[in-house]
């Protein structure tokens, strides 16, 4: 008995360990865990209670503040009205609360707030994104759409007017603003932007209202902005990119369907990116943009192809490397004889999509054509799961191309008219290296970031025979590589 009470005693004396790592390790321990093991830490020690609040990256979801329970509930299954009212209290009470105890802790890098919210929450959001710009915070993620909560029901849902953002926030600490990356979905933003807001260098906008004025406000604001996404911004016709200012380097805009016209005149552009309908495109000023990414969508599919297998080239002379997705146009579209030539191309990268069996591949000869200085062919077929085999060949006129060293294939499984494909090549790219083929299919997912996608279970009972055919046809100058 007295041996326990010893040991008891000695433990209650002994210091507190815990406490004594310098802050530097704290910190780092800290960092390491997820904010919600990070405030779970508080019960640790007495000393430890609020270590939790110099955690640097602040994530609010529906799992992460409402649980994992809450979260699984409300994507499967269509929720009454009155849940997710009762949901949103819950949600704006638990972080108001975090937050004021956060406001008391060390810098904060980032805060990303993902959770359907509207208009009635401005308060608390304003508040939230404040005590982050005074914590020196460098990105904010606010994603206030329904699908982030709730799963969407549209006969039961009431919309809720959207959240708008608070610019002045930027501009109102006092001193130089930290916000570096600023990325908004599901909000609206102010009539016009007063505001200097010259510490943004990326702005991400998804299904934002924003106005061509709005958005010309915005980037004369922003004299360091270098890189714009614009991704389903309904209220967008006409844009505009110009000014003496604009320090613009990446500029994406995605699926901006009432979108007509888009001129641009800035000379630091390095890369452009566009997916939507066929507009009108007005390149003024842009000596620096060297890689272009184009996926026409809609009824002007066959005409943005076009245009861009031909105009293209002498509207951007500067281009290096081309991107394109051409979607039900390959077989039909109708290129010119006389074809004009791309310079500078040097990698030109073609996704085609179906790439069907009765394609009569003369696109590939007006590529070598066109495109007389390449250096890499990167091909991404999609091919459809039923072909019909053809009696016949094609008679595809010679093109001998004496540039392209490297030829990557993607989405080959060997049927007819891909084989068709690799023999032309192979016969008029005199002086190529280098040959990778491989069955997965390759997709571009933006800002140079590429998604394989797994070969179709079937292609394991002919990938020998494939394999055995690569090697009879290549000659041994060529390094072959198979996926």
């Known amino acids: 008995m007295m041996g326990r009470q010893q040991k008891v005693a000695k433990l209650t004396t002994k210091k507190d360990q815990l406490i004594e790592l310098p802050d530097g390790v704290l910190s780092t321990i800290i960092s390491m865990l997820t904010l919600r093991e990070a405030v779970r830490t508080s019960i640790l020690s007495k000393q430890w209670r609020y270590i939790w609040t110099c955690h640097a990256d602040l994530w609010f979801d529906s799992a992460k503040v409402l649980?994992?329970?809450?979260?699984?509930t409300s994507i499967s299954n269509c929720q009454?009205?009155?849940?997710?009212?009762?949901?949103r209290l819950k949600f704006v009470e638990r972080v108001d609360r975090f937050m004021h105890l956060r406001s008391k802790g060390t810098k904060i890098d980032s805060l990303t707030i993902h959770f359907h919210l509207g208009k009635d929450s401005a308060p608390h959001l304003d508040q939230w994104i404040s005590c982050a710009i005074t914590k020196g915070v460098e990105n904010i993620d606010l994603d206030l759409s329904e699908s982030c909560s709730f799963?969407?029901?549209?006969?039961?849902?009431?919309?809720?007017?959207?959240?708008?953002f608070p610019y002045w926030l930027l501009a109102s600490t006092g001193k130089n603003c930290s916000v570096k990356h600023l990325k908004?979905?599901?909000?609206?933003?102010?009539?016009?932007?007063s505001c200097n807001l010259t510490s943004l260098t990326n702005i991400q906008l998804q299904?934002?209202?924003?106005?061509?004025?709005?958005?010309?406000?915005?980037?004369?604001?922003?004299?360091?902005?270098?890189?714009?996404?614009?991704?389903?911004?309904?209220?967008?016709?006409?844009?505009?990119?110009?000014?003496?200012?604009?320090?613009?380097?990446?500029?994406?805009?995605?699926?901006?369907?009432?979108?007509?016209?888009m001129e641009l005149c800035a000379e630091n552009l390095?890369?452009?990116?566009?997916?939507?309908?066929?507009?009108?495109?007005?390149?003024?000023?842009?000596p620096?943009?060297?890689?272009?990414?184009?996926?026409?969508?809609?009824?002007?599919?066959?005409?943005?192809?076009?245009?861009?297998?031909?105009?293209?080239?002498?509207?951007?002379?500067e281009l290096v490397t081309l991107n394109l997705v051409l979607i039900l146009t390959m077989k039909i579209i109708k290129l010119p004889e006389d074809a004009p030539k791309f310079i500078n191309v040097k990698q030109l990268v073609l996704t085609i999509f179906p790439f069907n069996d009765d394609d009569d591949l003369l696109w590939i000869s007006y590529l070598l054509k066109a495109f007389p200085l390449l250096h890499k062919l990167q091909l991404n077929l999609f091919c459809p799961s039923f072909i019909i085999p053809r009696d016949n060949q094609r008679n595809l006129p010679g093109c001998p191309h004496w540039h392209l060293t490297d030829l990557e294939i993607n989405g080959f499984y060997g049927n007819q008219h891909e084989v068709e494909l690799v023999k032309y090549l192979i016969n008029n790219l005199v002086e190529l290296k280098v040959l990778a083929v491989g069955p997965c299919q390759k997709v571009y997912r933006g800002c140079h970031n590429?998604?394989?996608?797994?070969?179709?279970?079937?292609?394991?009972?002919?990938?020998?025979?494939?394999?055995?055919?690569?090697?009879?046809?290549i000659p041994p100058t060529v390094h072959l590589k198979i996926w």
């Open 270 to 286: 390095v890369l452009f990116e566009y997916i939507g309908n066929f507009i009108s495109f007005c390149f003024k000023n842009v």
């Open 450 to 473: 590429w998604v394989h996608h797994e070969a179709a279970s079937w292609y394991k009972l002919r990938k020998e025979s494939v394999r055995r055919w690569l090697h009879s046809v």
């Open 151 to 164: 799963k969407m029901d549209y006969s039961s849902s009431s919309p809720l007017e959207k959240y708008k």
């Open 67 to 72: 649980g994992n329970r809450a979260y699984s």
């Open 207 to 261: 299904g934002v209202n924003i106005s061509d004025q709005q958005l010309e406000s915005l980037i004369s604001s922003c004299s360091c902005l270098e890189e714009l996404s614009l991704h389903q911004c309904s209220d967008l016709v006409s844009l505009k990119f110009a000014g003496p200012n604009i320090q613009l380097k990446l500029l994406r805009v995605k699926e901006c369907f009432r979108l007509q016209k």
């Open 80 to 87: 009454p009205e009155s849940d997710r009212i009762l949901q």
């Open 184 to 193: 908004l979905a599901s909000c609206s933003l102010s009539p016009r932007c």
């Open 288 to 317: 620096k943009l060297a890689a272009a990414f184009l996926s026409f969508t809609g009824e002007g599919r066959l005409e943005g192809g076009t245009f861009a297998l031909t105009r293209f080239a002498s509207d951007l002379p």
